[in-house]
């Protein structure tokens, strides 16, 4: 009597809750998500990269038969990296939408943020840092932990690979986080043992590169960090080359110095350097290697930078959320539907991210890993993956 | 009031009111870009304030007009009388020291900048009606004083210093106190319009204050008319309101038609779209309308 008491329950709540999911009609034909992007201007070589990964994405999903059904549409808004025209273009998305992607970048972040959380819908902010993110929680997730978790034990395993690494510098451009994240590495190579030397201010106008590589040598440093604009990056090694430094691995580039002006600016100089960013282009898994065909395709063979998955996993996050929350898009229950989304973002576990997964708490992601690369003919090879411990 | 029309609105206030703080010393060629770097420091200053000191929004405002007036003056007492262009240098150098100094300073944020700048009355409708009280008073108040000044004595000394500095000075008319005059209330009006900015974003970032900013706002006074306050009137709002418009794939063409568009103007309408002539045959309309008015309601009386 009592096994079947508790079957006739079972069956009860399988029932319920199958009729509950099959209940969850959705209220719209195609679901449309906008995308607050810098696809002009001076980043918009990044904000078309973003562009292009929100777009996969969303053909990916729709090829799969959509988000509960329906398919998806990003609709890129290019806020032209300025504030003025990304807090109208936020203010209009507000009015109706679900949830957004961006802004994108920094500045227009936090000019168009605040009217997303003023009006409480989740906008996800996946290129910026935590320490940018977090003020406008519980509104955006961040795509990182905060600095202090993750680059001391990132400049740490860097700098635990060559013994003779003794006295490290920074080259550290004042723009954004940057400065933060150059300070972040230093907790690391202390405790790699390193002595960390007088950093070099790169400035955002600087045009010559060779003072401020002399200015760094004089230093006699063995091991150089860069924080900086990638161009700048490529020239000040140059620079370095042609004054004699041969230690080319001793040299650390950056998350956001991987990108492609390295490349084509550093050439042949830039062999046997470090790089280190959250992209692993050597995974070998089915979904990832569409994704990076597909993007060597349509970039000349470059094959994906640091932050061109983001995107594509935040609108994946985004079906997620949908589906799993039975969020209809009913325009009528537009404030509650907005929560439901946030709330499930912010925590959501085990996420099936491009190329790994991981969890969120509080919307900080707690276990996502970095690694660290080397460059030879302008391919990278892994060195070492840092997990992050949440 | 819908959102976007809100940021439309204070956004053009602040554009306009920083179009004439740069229109008022160029009356007498003078380029002050000193006005953006104290849009930055009297912002931050403000914001710094408000958020780290607790002090009212008022105050911090009120601080921010005081700290513009007085960089603005203390600069006067040296580029007062200055050609164009070393006024010119001397504005660029100040938003690079301006943005430097930000950079380093950790208390107003460093190169990450400032959130969370509260609802001035506690309540985001009350912050946005307050707000477009003040920008639009502003607009008016300033308005007023311009138009005043156009039609003095002292906007006639400028117009002829604009002309010619040397026959100016042998009339008899104090180029310097006159130069000092207008870069301290140019100032002093960038100011108040920094601390605003950053009330309407609730926030500060530097790149809020960059060359950008001097380029929309070159590019407001030259194609409005930078003989007259009313060219600004007319080209901020267009400008600013018009790219907004525009379908996605004209929108990525916005940097190419406004440098078209200034290129356009500068060859085939040198003094902007809105000239002196202009406005002088629309005040003299007005005036014989209203003459015409005034007499016909005396003879009606007569009768």
Request: charged share 15%.
């Amino acid at each position: 009597m009592k096994k079947l008491m508790v079957f006739g329950v079972l069956v009860t709540l399988l029932l319920t809750a199958g009729l509950g999911f099959a209940q969850t009609k959705v209220a719209v034909s195609e679901w449309q998500i906008p995308f607050l992007n810098c696809l002009t201007g001076p980043l918009a070589s990044h904000g078309s990269m973003y562009q292009w990964s929100t777009n996969r994405a969303a053909a990916d999903i729709n090829n799969a038969g959509g988000i509960a059904g329906k398919p998806v549409q990003v609709i890129g808004v290019d806020t032209a990296n300025d504030p003025q025209k990304g807090t109208v273009e936020m203010a209009r998305i507000v009015k109706e939408s679900l949830v957004s992607l961006g802004p994108v970048p920094e500045p227009v972040i936090m000019a168009a943020m605040p009217i997303a959380v003023e009006n409480q819908m989740l906008s996800i902010t996946a290129t910026t840092s935590y320490e940018y993110a977090s003020k406008f929680f519980p509104w955006t997730v961040a795509w990182f932990p905060p600095y202090p978790k993750r680059f001391p034990p990132l400049a740490k395993a860097w700098a635990e690979q060559f013994s003779d690494m003794k006295q490290v510098i920074q080259f550290v451009e004042p723009f954004g986080p940057w400065p933060m994240m150059a300070e972040a590495h230093v907790a690391g190579l202390k405790e790699a043992g390193a002595n960390v030397l007088k950093p070099i201010e790169v400035p955002t106008d600087a045009v010559t590169f060779g003072p401020l590589v002399v200015k760094a040598l004089e230093q006699k440093p063995d091991g150089i960090i860069f924080a900086c604009n990638a161009e700048k990056i490529a020239k000040m090694i140059k620079e370095l080359k042609s004054r004699g430094w041969k230690k080319m691995d001793h040299i650390l580039v950056f998350s956001s110095g991987d990108d492609a002006p390295l490349y084509t600016v550093g050439g042949d100089d830039i062999n046997g350097i470090q790089v280190y960013n959250y992209v692993n282009p050597d995974i070998d898994s089915p979904r990832w290697n569409a994704f990076k065909t597909a993007f060597m395709k349509d970039h000349n063979g470059m094959t994906p930078f640091s932050l061109s998955t983001n995107y594509y996993d935040a609108l994946f996050m985004i079906k997620e959320a949908i589906e799993k929350t039975g969020v209809a898009g009913d325009p009528s229950k537009l404030k509650e539907e907005r929560k439901k989304i946030a709330d499930y973002c912010a925590n959501v576990k085990n996420f099936q991210g491009l190329m790994f997964s991981w969890d969120m708490k509080n919307g900080e992601p707690t276990n996502k890993p970095l690694f660290i690369f080397e460059i030879q003919g302008g391919k990278k090879k892994l060195v070492k993956e840092i997990k992050l411990k949440g | 009031m819908p959102l976007p029309l809100y940021y439309f609105l204070s956004i053009t206030a602040v554009n306009i009111l920083m179009s004439w703080a740069l229109y008022l010393p160029y009356r007498m060629a003078h380029l002050h870009f000193l006005v953006v770097a104290n849009m930055a420091i009297s912002g931050y200053t403000a914001a710094f304030m408000v958020l780290s000191l607790q002090l009212p929004f008022w105050l911090a405002l009120l601080t921010g007009f005081l700290l513009g007036a007085i960089i603005g003056f203390v600069v006067a007492q040296f580029i007062g009388d200055a050609p164009t262009f070393a006024v010119v240098i001397v504005g660029f150098t100040f938003i690079y020291i301006t943005r430097t100094v930000i950079e380093n300073t950790e208390a107003v944020g460093g190169t990450m900048g400032l959130f969370g700048l509260p609802n001035i009355g506690g309540d985001p409708a009350v912050h946005r009606w307050t707000i477009l009280a003040i920008l639009y008073g502003l607009v008016l108040l300033v308005g007023f004083l311009i138009h005043r000044f156009d039609h003095s004595q002292l906007g006639r000394s400028a117009s002829a210093a604009f002309i010619d500095r040397d026959l100016t000075t042998s009339l008899g008319i104090d180029i310097k106190k006159l130069g000092i005059l207008l870069q301290t209330f140019s100032c002093m009006l960038a100011g108040g319009c920094g601390v605003l900015y950053g009330f309407i974003y609730k926030s500060f970032h530097l790149d809020y204050f960059t060359f950008h900013v001097v380029g929309i706002l070159m590019t407001i006074i030259f194609v409005g008319g930078y003989k007259t306050l009313w060219g600004t009137v007319l080209a901020a709002p267009i400008l600013y309101g018009g790219p907004l418009l525009f379908p996605p794939e004209i929108a990525s063409w916005r940097i190419v038609i406004y440098g078209a568009l200034l290129i356009f103007v500068l060859v085939l309408k040198p003094e902007g779209f809105i000239t002196t002539r202009f406005v002088y045959r629309v005040e003299a309309l007005l005036s014989r309308k209203g003459t015409k008015q005034s007499l016909s309601t005396n003879s009606q009386e007569d009768v």
